[in-house]
């Protein structure tokens, strides 16, 4: 079965520091990865999605991520934080490669940034 | 384009009664999927409805159940409900398989 680990339950940044999210996944196919954002009280925001091609994906709110194969990976990153990127990150994996419906997701790792 | 809308928000119910959470997706998604949120068990999927049929269904006992109308919106029902039951249930909708985009979410307390 896939699995995500997402091995930093919280992580705290200056502002204007850069920021990388860890995330291993467990597949045995080319899996679909995505990374959301929740804040308090909230639901979930698509950041960015890999599902083929070029291994770095641009997201939104100036997030990429690379994927690397051969590590298991899919590390979200971001040069410079701002404080309203404090926030859940979860990752997730699509179980089902062709299809997004079904995601088992990371334990999150919660973002707090200091100003 | 209005984004997927969960009704209610907010839910308080006491042990042993059932409930059940509303989900309209974007127009024009035809796949719903739901999922819970814990502290202690994080985020699991549920299940996924598409065109009113069951595609995909988690690990969750039979007192979670849900149904797709006609239109797209999903309700999903929980019965005898527990005290574990009290979560964050978020909806989803999909176009083309490819993508998620949830719901706030309905927050469920059960006493």
């Known amino acids: 079965a896939q699995s995500v680990t997402q091995p930093d339950i919280h992580i705290t940044v200056s502002e204007g520091a850069s920021l990388e999210l860890r995330c291993n996944y467990s597949?045995?196919?080319?899996?679909?990865l995505f990374w959301y954002v929740q804040s308090p009280g909230q639901g979930l925001q698509l950041l960015l999605k890999?599902?083929?091609?070029?291994?770095l994906v641009q997201g939104i709110k100036g997030f990429e991520a690379e994927f690397k194969r051969s590590q298991s990976s899919f590390n979200l990153r971001k040069p410079s934080v701002h404080w309203s990127d404090a926030a859940e990150y979860f990752c997730?994996?699509?179980?089902?490669?062709?299809?997004?419906?079904?995601?088992?997701f990371g334990t999150g790792t919660r973002l707090q940034v200091t100003l | 384009k209005a984004g997927v809308t969960q009704t209610p928000r907010y839910l308080i119910k006491t042990r042993g009664q059932q409930v059940t959470l509303s989900c309209s997706p974007i127009?024009?998604?035809?796949?719903v999927s739901w999922y819970q949120q814990t502290p202690g068990q994080g985020l699991q999927f549920l299940f996924e409805?598409?065109?009113?049929?069951?595609?995909n269904k988690g690990n969750f006992p039979g007192r979670f159940s849900g149904r797709q109308f006609s239109n797209s919106r999903s309700e999903m029902n929980v019965s005898t409900l527990e005290l574990g039951d009290s979560a964050l249930y978020l909806c989803?909708?999909?176009?083309?398989?490819?993508?998620?985009?949830f719901g706030p979410g309905t927050r469920l307390t059960v006493l």
């Open positions: 890999y599902f083929s091609g070029d291994t």
């Open positions: 997730a994996v699509a179980a089902d490669t062709g299809t997004a419906s079904k995601l088992t």
């Open positions: 597949y045995g196919a080319t899996p679909y």
């Open positions: 127009s024009g998604h035809r796949s």
């Open positions: 409805y598409f065109s009113e049929t069951q595609r």
């Open positions: 989803a909708s999909s176009f083309l398989d490819n993508e998620q985009f």
